[in-house]
Structure formats: C-alpha cells, structure tokens
C-alpha cells in the first residue's frame, strides 16, 4: 500500500516562499506519477501540478504557473512543490498524489493514492 505524508506548510506573508514536502513509502516511486492538489474551504480540490515518472514531463496549473516548481527525487522517495510569490488565493490544504498509470493526470479521481494535506495560509 502506498502511503504519502506532506510536510512543510504554514503561515506565510503575501510575497513569501514556501516549500512542500511529500515523502513516500510502499511502492518505488520511480512507478509512480505524482501530483499536487489543494483544497480551500468550500472549494472543489484543484490541480495544482504533475510530475511524470522521470521528471521529463511537468504540468501545472494556469494560476501558478511561473511561481511553482515540482520536483521529485526517485532515491530519496520525496516529491517536492516549491511555491514562490505566495498570494492569499493559493491558501488551501495542500495535498500530494500518486497514480500508478503511469500518464499525467489533472483530475483528482484520477490519482489512486492521497495525502493527508498540510495547509499552507498566506496573509495579506
């Protein structure tokens, strides 16, 4: 069974820089894609970005795209989002994902493995 836990999220100034943690056991994770979702109250859960297995291929939202930066380190077993120029808009539980598909998925009923989120909160 694949597990994820996040890390990294707190309380930030509109402008600062955050960046998320996403560790990963159960499964090498060179097999899976990996994703980023948040979720902000009342809100539907929001493809943030994606990761394919190696890294050649990344996709991201149209809202943080040039701010955020998905990484992953298939060794270490660790996914990474490193988020830039924060804003209040990018408040949410931030969760990682895994699909064992192997393609890039931007829809959350795509992914079979989820996180428990960590909340990242930008004041303003």
């Known amino acids: 069974q694949v597990q994820l836990v996040e890390s990294g999220g707190g309380l930030v100034q509109a402008g600062d820089s955050l960046r998320l943690s996403c560790a990963v056991s159960?499964?090498?994770?060179?097999?899976?894609?990996m994703g980023w979702f948040r979720q902000a109250p009342g809100k539907l859960r929001e493809f943030v970005a994606a990761?394919?297995?190696?890294?050649?291929?990344?996709r991201y939202a149209d809202s943080v795209k040039g701010r955020f930066t998905i990484s992953r380190d298939n060794v270490k077993n660790m996914m990474y989002l490193q988020m830039n120029s924060l804003n209040p808009e990018d408040t949410a539980v931030y969760l990682c994902?895994?699909?064992?598909?192997?393609?890039?998925?931007?829809?959350?009923?795509?992914?079979?493995?989820w996180g428990q989120g960590t909340q990242v909160t930008v004041s303003s």
């Open positions: 990761i394919s297995r190696y890294s050649d291929i990344t």
């Open positions: 159960g499964r090498t994770l060179s097999l899976l894609t």
């Open positions: 994902a895994a699909d064992s598909d192997g393609r890039i998925r931007y829809r959350a009923h795509d992914y079979d493995y």
